[in-house]
């Protein structure tokens, strides 16, 4: 299994202001993705955080809104840009064991935008 | 796109009944079918999951089907007890780069 710290835990911020939310975990992973999690609602997958290249966006979402850093095989940062109320919800790192495909969560960190 | 639809939204059952949940996919390539558990305020965890070379299978109160032909797979929980209330995601991936794609969720509820 995967042991898989994020944070922070929640924070409100103001519109036009950006925030860096920090994953980490206690073993090399390959596969590291982040998700957002609307009160309420399905999980949507934001991007794949590729190790040494630019993320995957999936549709909706690009790069300039939602930064993403993927150092080395053990950390990776989503910065949500310009947020606006809009962007009020749960963003989630998740990770793959390779050995099974079972993906592994972070405990979230709840983004309230004033 | 791919999809999977998810039925029902809300399931209230009285403690010591089973539940059932069902999902539909669309993308025939799917060959990985998870199922999520999340209780209110934490995150997503597997309980339990099957893949497309196995048509059930059990873990003490859970089984899950799977239905290649018809694109459809089922959780069945017997007995139930207050600790299984959650909301419950089922899930289907097609590849090897682990991208999951999610059912909208079953919040299940357990009447004392």
């Known amino acids: 299994s995967a042991v898989i710290s994020q944070k922070p835990s929640r924070d409100i911020c103001q519109r036009g202001t950006s925030l860096t939310i920090q994953c980490q975990v206690d073993?090399?992973?390959?596969?590291m993705f982040w998700y957002r999690q609307q009160p309420g609602q399905s999980l949507t997958l934001i991007a794949t955080a590729n190790q040494g290249s630019e993320a995957t966006y999936e549709s909706g979402f690009v790069i300039d809104k939602f930064p993403i850093s993927r150092p080395n095989l053990t950390f990776s940062t989503l910065t949500v840009s310009n947020m606006s109320p809009e962007d009020s919800s749960i963003y989630l790192c998740s990770v793959a064991w390779s050995n099974t495909g079972e993906l592994f969560f972070g405990e979230g960190s709840r983004l309230t935008v004033l | 796109g791919e999809n999977v639809e998810q039925h029902p939204s809300t399931l209230s059952v009285q403690e010591g009944d089973s539940a059932v949940i069902k999902c539909t996919y669309s993308d025939s390539a799917s060959n990985y079918f998870p199922w999520y558990k999340q209780e209110l305020g934490k995150r997503p965890q597997l309980i339990i999951d099957?893949?497309?070379n196995v048509g059930e299978k059990k873990d003490q109160r859970i089984a899950v089907t799977l239905n290649k032909t018809a694109k459809h797979f089922s959780r069945h929980i017997t007995e139930t007890q207050p600790e299984d209330s959650a909301v419950y995601f089922c899930a289907a991936s097609s590849g090897s780069n682990y991208q999951l794609i999610w059912g909208a969720g079953t919040k299940l509820i357990i009447k004392p």
């Open positions: 073993s090399q992973v390959t596969m």
């Open positions: 099957i893949r497309s």
